[in-house]
Protein backbone atom coordinates (compact mmCIF):
# COMPACT_ATOMS: atom_id res chain seq x y z
CA UNK A 1 0.00 0.00 0.00
CA UNK A 2 2.47 2.57 0.57
CA UNK A 3 4.65 1.61 -2.54
CA UNK A 4 1.35 2.21 -4.36
CA UNK A 5 1.27 6.22 -2.66
CA UNK A 6 4.71 6.29 -2.99
CA UNK A 7 4.14 5.63 -6.85
CA UNK A 8 0.95 7.60 -6.98
CA UNK A 9 2.33 10.59 -5.30
CA UNK A 10 5.84 10.27 -7.90
CA UNK A 11 3.37 9.61 -10.92
CA UNK A 12 1.67 13.18 -9.91
CA UNK A 13 4.91 14.95 -9.40
CA UNK A 14 5.59 14.44 -13.33
CA UNK A 15 2.34 14.75 -14.77
CA UNK A 16 2.78 18.22 -12.92
CA UNK A 17 6.00 19.32 -13.81
CA UNK A 18 4.86 18.16 -17.65
CA UNK A 19 1.50 19.81 -17.56
CA UNK A 20 2.62 23.25 -16.29
CA UNK A 21 4.48 24.48 -19.24
CA UNK A 22 2.46 22.68 -21.65
CA UNK A 23 -0.54 24.37 -20.28
CA UNK A 24 1.70 27.79 -20.23
CA UNK A 25 2.52 27.60 -23.75
CA UNK A 26 -0.74 26.46 -24.75
CA UNK A 27 -2.48 29.21 -22.94
CA UNK A 28 0.26 31.60 -24.61
CA UNK A 29 -0.55 30.27 -28.04
CA UNK A 30 -4.18 30.37 -27.68
CA UNK A 31 -4.24 34.37 -26.78
CA UNK A 32 -1.71 35.08 -30.10
CA UNK A 33 -4.34 33.21 -31.80
CA UNK A 34 -7.30 34.87 -30.22
CA UNK A 35 -5.61 38.47 -31.42
CA UNK A 36 -4.36 36.88 -34.88
CA UNK A 37 -8.27 35.88 -35.40
CA UNK A 38 -9.56 39.14 -34.19
CA UNK A 39 -6.96 41.08 -36.13
CA UNK A 40 -8.24 39.48 -39.02
CA UNK A 41 -11.90 39.89 -38.53
CA UNK A 42 -11.49 43.77 -38.01
CA UNK A 43 -9.59 44.50 -41.01
CA UNK A 44 -12.41 42.18 -42.89
CA UNK A 45 -15.04 44.46 -41.60
Not at 2 to 31: A, D, Q, S
Request: proline share 2%; net charge positive; with cysteine.
Amino acid sequence: MVLHVNTYRILCHYICILTIPMVRTGLFENRNFVDTFSNISYSMH
